[in-house]
C-alpha cells in the first residue's frame, strides 16, 4: 500500500506497531475520560456485562439500573424467578435468556464461590454463558487488571487501522495482546469503544474528523481509490 509515510501498513509489527498504538492511545485519550461502571462491584459489573450482550449501552444503562433497583445483591438476583427479572431487564434485549443466564451465573457464583466473583480468567470462564469478552471485562472494570476484551468495536477499529488483520474477536485478542504494550490494556477497551460509537462507527465513519485519519489503513485506502 502506498500513500503517506505516517499510514500504517495492514499487519505490520515491531517499532512501526509501537508507534501507531503510542498514537492511537495519546489521540484516545485527548478525546474521551475512562468511565467507571457499577462502582467497580465485580457482581454488579459481571451482570451488567452479560446484560450488555448484544445491545446498546443506553439499553444495557436502563437494564441494569431497574435490575438492581429491585434487586440490589447477589443473595437477591440467586433467589429471583426469570419471570420476575424479565420486565426489569427487557430493556437490554434477549431476556427471556439473560433472566435466565444471570439467576444461573449468581446461583453458581454462591455454590462453587462462596458468593465472590474470582478474578481469574480460568473461573471466570466456568461461569454460564460467560466466554472471554465477558471475562475480561469484569478482570478490567471490576478488578483493574490488565487484560484486552475485544467487542465489535475494539475487532473493527484494530482492522480497520491496520493493527491486525484478523477475522474473528478470539484472534484479534490474540494478536493485540501480543502487539499493544502492557500498561494500555486496562484503557484499549474503553477508549475505542467511545471511538467506534462516537466517530469510527459501523457504517458512515466520521473521517472528517478523525483524529486517527492519518495513520488509519483504511482511510489511506480510500484516499487511494481501493476497495
Not at 449501552?57 to 436502563?62: F, G, L, P, S, Y
Not at 429491585?70 to 427471556?96: C, K, M, N, Q
Not at 478488578?143 to 484479534?172: C, M, W, Y
Not at 473521517?207 to 489503513?217: G, K
Request: hydrophobic share 35%; proline share 7%; glycine share 6%.
Amino acid at each position: 500500500m502506498g500513500g503517506s509515510e505516517s499510514s500504517f501498513k495492514h499487519g505490520a509489527t515491531g517499532e512501526l506497531a509501537i508507534n501507531t498504538i503510542d498514537q492511537v492511545m495519546h489521540s484516545l485519550r485527548e478525546l474521551y475520560q475512562l468511565r467507571v461502571f457499577e462502582n467497580q462491584d465485580p457482581y454488579r459489573v459481571l451482570i451488567r456485562t452479560i446484560l450488555s450482550q448484544r445491545t446498546r449501552d443506553e439499553n444495557t444503562d436502563r437494564a441494569a439500573a431497574q435490575l438492581f433497583a429491585e434487586y440490589p445483591t447477589l443473595d437477591d438476583v440467586a433467589s429471583a424467578s426469570p419471570e420476575e427479572l424479565e420486565p426489569l431487564i427487557r430493556p437490554a434485549g434477549f431476556y427471556h435468556v439473560k433472566s435466565r443466564r444471570i439467576i444461573a451465573v449468581s446461583q453458581m457464583l454462591q455454590e462453587e464461590f462462596g458468593g465472590v466473583v474470582p478474578d481469574k480468567m480460568k473461573e471466570l470462564l466456568l461461569l454460564p454463558g460467560v466466554g472471554r469478552k465477558t471475562a475480561n471485562c469484569v478482570l478490567v472494570y471490576a478488578f483493574q487488571k490488565p487484560a484486552i476484551p475485544v467487542d465489535v468495536h475494539v475487532h473493527r477499529i484494530s482492522n480497520r487501522l491496520g493493527l491486525v488483520e484478523t477475522r474473528t474477536p478470539e484472534e484479534t485478542e490474540l494478536e493485540l495482546e501480543r502487539l499493544v504494550p502492557r500498561e494500555y490494556w486496562i484503557e484499549l477497551n474503553d477508549l475505542l469503544v467511545q471511538f467506534g460509537q462516537t466517530i469510527c462507527r459501523p457504517v458512515n465513519p466520521r473521517h472528517e474528523i478523525c483524529p486517527l485519519a492519518d495513520i488509519c489503513a483504511c482511510y489511506q485506502d480510500i484516499l487511494e481509490g481501493n476497495p
